[in-house]
Nanobody
Framework: QVQLVESGGGLVQPGGSLRLSCAAS????????MGWYRQAPGKQRELVAR???????NYADSVKDRFTISRDNAKNTVYLQMNSLKPEDTAVYYC???????????????WGQGTQVTVSS
């Protein structure tokens, strides 16, 4: 029905940058909020950044002023620009979106498969 496909993860040195993308496809009627979460080994999944359909954003304190979330509604895609990366940013990053299907009357949260981000020298 719906797929969220992430890309852009990889290995980067401390202080470097990466840009993650997540494209939603399928029988989509509308998308409300989209967001990025991350999960480091041995830790719970946490919200990194979130953006509403109108463009309002919120960030985890640990990434404020370093990460920027944006979206292209025409492409059903959300991005995460990550600058000044630190080793503690190492995690699997997941995108999520609130999606209403063409065949459904209410929305549900959908998740991507995750992409690994490793910050190491």
């Amino acid at each position: 029905q719906v797929q969220l496909v992430e890309s852009g993860g990889g290995l980067v040195q401390p202080g470097g940058s990466l840009r993650l993308s997540c494209a939603a496809s399928g029988s989509i009627f509308s998308i409300s909020a989209m967001g990025w979460y991350r999960q480091a080994p041995g830790k719970q999944r946490e919200l990194v950044a979130r953006i509403t359909s109108s463009g309002s954003t919120n960030y985890a304190d640990s990434v404020k002023d370093r990460f920027t979330i944006s979206r292209d509604n025409a492409k059903n895609t959300v991005y995460l620009q990550m600058n000044s990366l630190k080793p503690e940013d190492t995690a699997v990053y997941y995108c999520a979106a609130g999606i209403v299907l063409l065949t459904a009357g209410s929305g549900a949260q959908y998740w991507g498969q995750g992409t690994q981000v490793t910050v190491s020298s």
